[in-house]
């Protein structure tokens, strides 16, 4: 009972604050898909995109729970509040979370990073899942389609003088 309190607790002090962001319109948009499997010690991955400004910019996540049971796939749609610039989206967002899913659920979250920026998530889920602790999802900018190197191309080569 202690634990429950202690979770509510924290999860409405992590909220409040916020909630007031949803007044604006969100600085950016996002969805990514992964699969979640757990034993007591849980680990998450997988991968998405974040439009912001007009840019996709891809990014994989990756993150560890404690006190899970099962195996799932995750889809979820967002949007980020406080985002100025791309860089500050990538870092480590805390989660305290339960919850149980049986072939198919849902849900949302709230999650912070470092840098202030606030994710609002709707998920759904498939799969079997016990969830009765917290845990940290890392989220790591990939290089972006549109910006990655091109080589130019080679200049043409005058040809000799007969």
Known sequence: MRLHG?????ALAGVSGPVLAQDAPPDARLHFS??????LLGYSQGQGSLNFQG???PFTVSGFKVATLGITRVDALGQAYRLRAVADFAGRYVIADGGFTLVQGGGSAVLRNEHGVTLYLQNVQQGVDLSLGGGSLSI????P???AAVAPAPAPVPAAAP
């Open 6 to 10: 202690l979770l509510l607790t924290l």
């Open 34 to 39: 992964g699969t979640s499997v757990g034993l």
């Open 55 to 57: 840019r996709e910019y």
């Open 140 to 143: 790591v900018l990939s290089e």
């Open 145 to 147: 389609a549109a910006t």
